[in-house]
């Protein structure tokens, strides 16, 4: 019977493949701009606009739970490829939070021979921005920014100073927005020069990278001494080329890397870290797994940042060949950790919560219809904040291409639960908004979360520099949401009764933890683990108990419960779930034996003794004055023998 199954399945497997192929044409994976500063205008014709004459001002928006400010930069540029993958352009202070940093790469020539990195300070929490300048002050391209504990910019690009071949380089501020950068060159890596770096600093003022050669294969490095600069040298590491890649750092030290798989390996996604500032690696750990069955990849999207000392790696997937993606059909944006989902990549944005519209015309810079997640964390507190890029529906009337709308979302449990998307740029007047990049610490304060962000807004849609879309005005726009720092609450723990326990009443009191913003509560319970059977959903909970009617449960039978809060913000996620196994029979009373029913001169001090009941675990006493038994002067549970001795009775 066997080559009938394995016949069976090969059929239904090309069917599949078959069916995907008719929904769409794929294309090729583009190779990643080169990185050399040399011209090659590939576009075919332009549009006639005069480049950087207004900065363009967007009034505030609302979302369903959050407000959404812009502020112009006023630093315009034709060169609309911000990053192969996902920029990292932007980081505030998390020590003086009202001083935010970003780089943008400008170019006012198709074919970018005047490419350079201006640096750009804000003092007021992101609202006002000023540029100060080139760094270095020489052809440069792809930058990346992080930060020293002194509240120094540190600057990440590659380009030719100091007459050297293009290679990445370090420039780090002399003080908090003070423009003025010193320079650190890595040096040559092995065989080909290295370039688009994204860096990460670490509170002694070393500093790790990821950079890759073209062609060639990714390195990282680290800066071990300031003064003098030692670097620790280049190592070679399995991953894709150009952007492929992000690194952050934990409190604790921690470095951690996230990469794409290279060719032994295409689409997957690998996690890494290292406790010596990069001198050396743990290893990798594979996160995300692209094989020809179910054909689901990972293609630029890529990006990092640790809570709590535990990573969170978010990118983009999306059904794919070897060597093709398919832009057309949706895709989805997932993240992975170790403490949530039992670390397995949870979905938090796809086609069921942002609408999904193909991408089509130029696909030539490999953006899927959801793409290039940026992911930061809050100062304090458990909010992580993933904003990316999503077709909206629109296309350019010169070459169909998309133009991209900037969407977030947002855990205030550490990931554990998500909002869904919110759009948070406007729909007039129509731009191309793409490479938005977070802020890997956003400042929390008690009342409001600000999510610090930049992106680039282009006037039109599609990529000039790769695929030959027409030249748009391109601006980088900052961008602050704000919501509220309320958080959803968290999982109730369950009291009563306890976890597997047995003999269990058939009206029991199901009990759990008070959990401190909580509004409500819901509780379900079940004949099964998996809650299809419910016999108890109630919701809207005002205490964090519930009393379970008579009637709902059987004798001697196994059942599953669970609860969960609830506040303004959200539901926290299910609490683990515990099952009990109620009493095989419902125990006789038992028989009264003394004192004697009605006897009379009985001792203040008495012995109450009553008969045995073999099946019964314990017993419950009450003494009153009345026979409703309102006020009783004695009430003993739990007695473990069927007799109890009086401490004394009032005469």
């Keep these: ?215 060639g294969v990714p390195y990282t490095n680290s800066l071990i001494n300031l003064n003098p600069p030692i670097f620790s040298g280049y ?133 899927l219809p959801v793409c290039r997640p940026s992911i930061g964390r809050s100062s304090s507190g458990n909010f992580i904040a993933v904003a990316f890029s999503a077709t909206s529906g629109h296309y350019s009337t010169f070459d169909s291409s998309a133009y991209y709308s900037g969407w977030i979302t947002y855990s205030s449990n550490s990931g554990n639960s998500w909002i869904n998307p919110e759009k948070i740029t406007p729909e007039n007047p129509l731009r191309d908004w793409r490479y938005i990049s977070v802020s890997k610490s956003n400042n929390l304060t008690v009342s409001q979360l600000t999510v610090q962000m930049v992106c680039q807004s282009d006037s039109v849609a599609g990529t000039n520099v790769i695929g030959g879309s027409p030249i748009g005005d391109a601006e980088l726009i900052g961008i602050r949401f704000i919501t509220s720092a309320t958080s959803l609450p968290s999982a109730p723990q369950l009291v009563y009764p306890p976890n597997g326990s047995t003999n269990i009443l058939l009206t029991p009191l199901l009990d759990w933890n008070n959990v401190s913003n909580a509004d409500n509560y819901r509780v379900q319970l079940a004949r099964d683990t998996g809650f299809a059977s419910l016999l108890i959903d109630q919701s809207n909970l005002a205490s964090s108990q519930y009393l379970v009617t008579a009637s709902t449960l059987s004798y001697d039978s196994v059942y599953y419960w669970r609860a969960n809060a609830t506040n303004s913000n959200g539901t926290s996620i299910w609490s683990p779930v515990w099952n009990f196994r109620t009493i095989t029979f419902l125990p006789p009373a038992p028989i009264l034996l003394s004192p004697p029913n009605n006897s009379s001169g009985i001792s203040v001090t008495p012995i109450i003794d009553w008969s045995n009941v073999p099946s019964a675990s314990s017993y419950n006493l009450q003494v009153a004055i009345d026979t409703s038994f309102t006020t009783p002067v004695i009430n003993q549970t739990n007695l473990l023998i069927s007799q109890y001795n009086v401490p004394s009775l009032t005469l």
């Design 1 to 215: 019977m066997r080559p009938n199954i394995i016949s069976l399945s090969f059929f239904i497997l090309i069917f599949i493949l078959s069916d995907i192929n008719a929904q769409t044409i794929s294309k090729p994976i583009t190779p990643p701009v080169t990185g050399y500063e040399n011209s090659q205008d590939n576009s075919s014709y332009h549009l006639k606009i005069k480049v950087g004459s207004v900065s363009n001002h967007f009034p505030g928006l609302n979302t369903s739970s959050g407000t959404v400010l812009f502020s112009p930069t006023g630093v315009h540029t034709i060169y609309d490829l911000q990053s192969n993958a996902v920029p990292q352009t932007i980081w505030q202070d998390p020590l003086v939070p009202s001083n935010v940093h970003a780089v943008y790469m400008q170019s006012f020539q198709p074919g970018s021979t005047d490419r350079y990195t201006i640096y750009l300070f804000s003092e007021n929490f992101g609202a006002t921005w000023t540029n100060l300048g080139s760094v270095p002050t020489f052809v440069s391209g792809f930058p990346s920014i992080d930060g020293f504990t002194n509240g120094s910019a540190v600057i990440a690009n590659h380009n030719r100073s100091s007459s050297t071949p293009i290679r990445t380089k370090i420039y780090f501020d002399l003080g908090a927005g003070f423009g003025i950068f010193q320079q650190l060159d890595p040096g040559s890596a092995p065989a080909v020069d290295v370039l688009w770096p994204k860096l990460v600093c670490t509170p002694d003022n070393k500093i790790s990278f990821v950079a890759a050669q073209n062609p």
């Design 235 to 367: 190592l070679e590491y399995g991953g894709k080329l150009a952007d492929s890649y992000s690194v952050a750092r934990a409190s604790n030290g921690t470095i951690g890397h996230a990469f794409i798989g290279n060719e032994s390996s295409p689409h997957d996604v690998f996690y890494r870290f290292s406790t010596n500032n990069g001198q050396s690696w743990s290893t990798a750990q594979q996160i995300w797994d692209w094989n020809f069955t179910d054909r689901l990849g990972v293609v630029r999207g890529i990006d990092i940042v640790f809570k709590d000392n535990e990573p969170y790696v978010v990118f983009n997937v999306s059904i794919m060949d070897e060597f093709e993606f398919f832009p057309e059909l949706p895709s989805s944006i997932r993240i992975w950790s170790p403490n949530i989902n039992g670390g397995i990549p949870k979905i938090i944005a796809d086609s069921s919560t942002v609408p999904f519209f193909p991408n089509k015309g130029n696909t030539s810079d490999n953006f």
